[in-house]
């Protein structure tokens, strides 16, 4: 069975940084994006903006709201997720998702709440 656990998040102010991580277990094969989502206050699940996905050949990409700011890292032998974000702004402040097999794709960084697998978000807050 496909577990995604998430962890990492918390309370900051605007500037500061947290590093985001996901542990993946029982996922064998990889044919899809995964990467991170976040739904952000008073948005709907179907609202989840793509934040960065990576693909099968290894390439990644970023929001243009996060770009240079935030970046995915993985690690493989830890089956392990990363998104380290600096320089946090208070429209940052969202549950953060990590995801695989969600139907999105580098090109339309637009993922399924309803397919594929889902961990169960990690809140992430920044005051002004």
């Known amino acids: 069975q496909v577990q995604l656990v998430e962890s990492g998040g918390g309370s900051v102010q605007a500037g500061g940084s947290l590093r985001l991580s996901c542990v993946v277990s029982?996922?064998?094969?990889?044919?899809?994006?995964m990467g991170w989502f976040r739904q952000a206050p008073g948005k709907e699940r179907a609202e989840r903006e793509g934040?960065?996905?990576?693909?099968?050949?290894?390439?990644?990409r970023y929001a243009d709201s996060v770009k240079g700011r935030f970046t995915l890292s993985k690690d493989n032998a830890k089956n392990t997720l990363y998104l380290q974000m600096n320089s946090l702004k208070p429209e940052d402040t969202a549950t953060y998702y990590c995801?695989?097999?969600?139907?999105?794709?580098?090109?339309?960084?637009?993922?399924?709440?309803?397919?594929?697998?889902w961990g169960q978000g990690t809140q992430v807050t920044v005051s002004s």
């Open positions: 934040v960065s996905l990576i693909d099968t050949d290894g390439r990644t």
């Open positions: 029982g996922y064998t094969y990889h044919t899809n994006c």
């Open positions: 995801a695989v097999e969600s139907r999105a794709t580098i090109s339309t960084m637009k993922g399924d709440p309803d397919a594929g697998y």
